[in-house]
């Protein structure tokens, strides 16, 4: 299984950056997508996850109103669209994919990085 991450950057805050991860090598309709951040010299978060089939979305209390994660299943890849962009939010950000029956985080992506400008 591969996950791969694009679409971090540099924005002013108040910006908006699209994050994608493309997933291969395997079907993933009883997983869930999920995207997590670390921060420098904080522990990695969770931010963001999607039931592959059906949709379900649920978000830390802190993105919540200003990320919407999103799915293509035809493309195997999972979004996360991030609005009003706020210094704390400068992290990189890891895609990773969820067995629904274990809970475990079973693959993870390399990571991009959002640096966030005040």
């Known amino acids: 299984v591969q996950l791969q991450a694009s679409g971090g950057g540099l924005v002013q805050a108040g910006g908006s950056l699209r994050l994608s991860c493309a997933a291969s090598?395997?079907?993933?309709?009883?997983?869930?997508m999920a995207w997590f951040r670390q921060a420098p010299g904080k522990e990695r978060e969770f931010v963001a996850k999607i039931r592959w089939s059906g949709g379900n979305t649920y978000y830390t209390n802190s993105v919540k109103g200003r990320f919407t994660i999103s799915g293509d299943n035809a493309k195997n890849t999972v979004y996360l669209q991030m609005n009003s962009l706020k210094p704390e939010d400068t992290a990189v950000y890891y895609c990773?994919?969820?067995?629904?029956?274990?809970?475990?985080?079973?693959?993870w992506g390399q990571g991009t990085l959002v640096t966030v400008s005040s």
């Open positions: 990773a994919v969820q067995a629904r029956d274990s809970g475990r985080y079973e693959y």
């Open positions: 090598g395997r079907t993933f309709s009883n997983y869930n």
